[in-house]
């Protein structure tokens, strides 16, 4: 394999009192553990001359064919002064594509851009919780390192599309500091909702949605006021009003919510989906929320609380589905005045440099950590037949119902450890379009090779490099190999 030592050779000078350009031909040796066979390959070394230091690192390496003027040494895919699996090179970036899995190109784009923000948002948040959360090995470390990294593509059998992921890596299972395990989680959630409203509506049952809050300010630590918040919340269950009116309940499903930076601060709310057997006031329950709130110390005007009725239910259902405004907060705009969600912090702080952002999202990952983002009243689940499915259990990238797995290949710890997972490129989205372009078995044969998709890209019409650049000075300097010397018998 390559080394990181400059060869000891003659430089060209390519901009004088500045740079130095030095390329010699060497042939790699084979790699039982990955596969890779020997091949010629030109490395390219670029000196600072006025520093007196050598920039080995940013050796460019190409396959070499007896044909030189095919290969493209200053294509716009991969500058010279990068290394092969760092960042500016993507996956995939070949001279002719193959195929999309969906039908559909927009879509195909659409899902490929969102898995790349959320890989990349999950590396932020890994770094604004400094090490104190497992966020940083979510799937970033492997299980097994004798097992590796599987590539996994399975078909949806109702629409027709197909996705590849990624199987034999950690989990963290955050909801709310990890952006991928939350899609994953949500998503779960999200179906058990619809599961139990689907139940009800079979059933005959109402449904009723509240949404309790607090008189909220800037000053106000989000911790203590969630604290409170969840003191009232059991001070209501407790009062007369809501015991009278749970007679009438088959049960409840509560979620919290928050968002912050806006002018009044932190702004914590529960949303509460009742299920009732047949017609009940819930007016009562208004004053006995507000005067649970003063009871742990909190206060609450008319919007503290509200409840929709069963026709503005079913219009909200119908246009959003409660359980995606209950779990996907993601997709939920902060309105106004009243903040941005968690994941609008995140990415502003990571998108935006946006350092308050940064230390608000790191305050809330912190005071969640270890809550529940949905809690069932006790037997609902059994009764509408929902089975139980842990965070970390939703979290895994797996079959789900309705998925079947059509493809798999297997990329090797090592492989993976310094092709993919490399903490200044990381190229797991860009694999994982790339599998989706050619396949998994395809994509990870170029990964193993060496020869992926940006390493080197060839043209119809040979290149010819400009005339005293660094691609001229580098060709000018290599040197054929040597003729292989023949032993005597």
């Given amino acids: 394999m390559f080394t990181n030592r400059k060869p000891p050779q003659a430089r060209a000078s390519v901009s004088p009192g500045q740079f130095a350009v030095s390329a010699k031909i060497q042939r790699t040796s084979p790699n039982r553990e990955t596969g890779r066979k020997p091949d010629d390959r030109v490395r390219i070394w670029i000196s600072c001359i006025k520093c007196n230091m050598s920039h080995a690192q940013f050796g460019y390496v190409m396959p070499l064919d007896n044909s030189q003027n095919t290969r493209n040494l200053t294509s716009g895919k991969r500058p010279v002064g990068s290394l092969k699996g760092t960042a500016g090179t993507r996956l995939g970036t070949t001279a002719k594509s193959v195929r999309h899995f969906s039908q559909d190109p927009q879509q195909n784009k659409a899902n490929s851009e969102n898995r790349s923000v959320r890989f990349r948002h999950q590396r932020h948040a890994a770094g604004l919780m400094g090490g104190k959360a497992r966020v940083g090995l979510c799937r970033w470390s492997v299980v097994s390192k004798t097992d590796g990294v599987d590539m996994v593509k399975t078909s949806y059998s109702a629409t027709n599309r197909e996705i590849v992921h990624f199987e034999g890596l950690q989990t963290c299972g955050s909801v709310w500091a990890c952006p991928c395990c939350g899609a994953r989680i949500s998503e ?65 499903v509560t979620a919290t919510e928050v968002t912050g930076g806006g002018a009044h601060g932190w702004h914590p709310h529960f949303h509460v989906i009742l299920i009732l057997d047949g017609d009940a006031d819930l007016t009562p329950l208004r004053d006995a929320w507000l005067a649970s709130l003063r009871g742990a110390g909190l206060d609450g005007a008319g919007a503290a609380f509200q409840a929709q009725g069963a026709d503005a239910a079913g219009n909200y259902i119908t246009k959003w589905g409660a359980a995606e405004e209950l779990t996907l907060s993601q997709r939920k705009k902060g309105r106004g005045r009243t903040g941005r969600t968690p994941s609008q912090l995140l990415a502003a702080s990571c998108d935006e440099v946006d350092r308050e952002a940064g230390h608000l999202w790191a305050e809330y990952a912190t005071v969640f950590h270890g809550r529940r983002q949905l809690v069932w009243s006790r037997g609902l689940k059994s009764l509408a037949e929902i089975g139980e499915v842990e965070d970390e259990e939703a979290a895994r990238d797996q079959q789900q119902d309705g998925q079947q797995e059509t493809a798999r290949a297997n990329i090797p710890h090592r492989v993976w450890r310094d092709e993919v997972a490399v903490r200044r490129a990381d190229r797991r989205a860009d694999l994982l379009d790339r599998a989706e372009e050619v396949g998994p078995e395809n994509a990870a044969a170029e990964l193993i090779s060496g020869h992926m998709p940006g390493d080197v890209l060839e043209h119809d019409m040979p290149h010819q490099p400009r005339p005293g650049g660094l691609a001229a000075a580098a060709l000018a300097a290599v040197r054929p190999p040597p003729p292989p010397t023949l032993r005597g018998g």
């Avoid at 619809?194 to 800037?218: D, E, I, K, P, S």
């Avoid at 009062?239 to 009116?245: E, T, V």
């Fill in 188 to 252: 779960t959630r999200r179906d058990e909702m619809n599961q139990l409203l689907a139940w009800a509506r079979l059933q005959g049952y109402r449904v009723m949605m509240l949404t309790l809050t607090a008189r909220h300010g800037r000053d106000d630590d989000l911790a203590e006021l969630l604290k409170r918040m969840k003191d009232a919340k059991q001070r209501w269950a407790r009062h007369r009003s809501y015991r009278q009116i749970k007679a009438r309940m088959i049960g409840s």
